[in-house]
């Protein structure tokens, strides 16, 4: 992700000056530093201010540059909302704000640094953009898009590789998402690479067993494709949203509100981080221990189909 990040920000600034990335100090878990050897005068190191950083990047977009300011995920929602908020969202500018490691990817980094709640937190932010890419080049074309478009966007992606789901002549669009397995008595709606892999391994699963089931991959919290999830919901028996973030305020509860809203006669359940704080451990480890997996993905589609 950080390599489709990087590379898609680096290609951007040679044909527009106005692009500007910003780092708090954390050039060596980006890799960032090559964009910074390339374009010394569109790079701007923060420091360990994450705040300032926003704020910066707040002018930057009021001069008319296209910031893109970066840090872990627990310091661009919780530590910067306020700045976020005010600065650059009720300021109607221009800012791109990337939170990286989110949920359990923080792994070893251990609770302090594990933004279970950025998504929840975002969300409720007026016109901002959420997107969560699930690979390298959904990464590439969602970063390509997020600085064509005008408006603020907070986009989280893990730092750890995940594996290709789409090719490189793949279309994407903010606000679309994409159907990765089409399904007859169950459909996942994911969030992210580690949910929607996951969602992929259950669905092999299920189908041992003679379930049918689906995968969407949502790609774009918000805006979120409503018509693709009620599209979903009238082929199928029960819907299950997957996502490695709490379930209140994030993917679950847009779920349940598109589901509910529209008189969605399927069944629902939620995957998801359950009112709990985050610990240190691998990120297989935390899977496990938060529920996170194709195992609990399953156990929940079982339990709804009967």
Known sequence: MRAAYVETVTALAENNKNIVVLEADLMNCTNTGSFKKAFPEQFVNAGIAEANMVGVASG???????????????????????????????????????GMDPGVTAAMNGGTHMPFEDLALMRV????TIIEPSDYYSCKALTK?????????????????????????ENFKIGKAKLLKEGKDLCFVALGGLMVNEALKAAEALAKDGVNAGVLDILSLKPIDEEA???????????????????????????????????AG???ARIGIR????EVGTQDYLAKRFGLTADKLVEKAKELLG
């Open 145 to 169: 898009e997020a600085a064509e478009i005008y408006g603020c966007v907070y986009m989280r992606w893990p730092r750890k590789p995940v594996p290709v789901l789409y090719s490189e002549s």
């Open 60 to 98: 930057l977009s009021a001069a008319g540059k296209i910031p893109f300011a970066s840090s872990f995920g627990c310091f661009t929602s919780r530590r910067v909302h306020d700045q976020f908020f005010i600065s650059a969202n009720y300021a109607k500018l221009n800012v791109k704000l990337i």
């Open 125 to 128: 932010i007026p016109k901002l």
């Open 275 to 278: 009112d709990e704080f985050g």
């Open 229 to 263: 999830i009620l599209t979903q919901a009238g082929k199928v028996r029960a819907i299950i949203s997957a996502e490695n973030a709490q379930i209140t305020g994030g993917l679950g509860s847009a779920v349940a509100e598109i589901l509910a809203e529209n008189g």
């Open 266 to 268: 399927c069944k629902f």
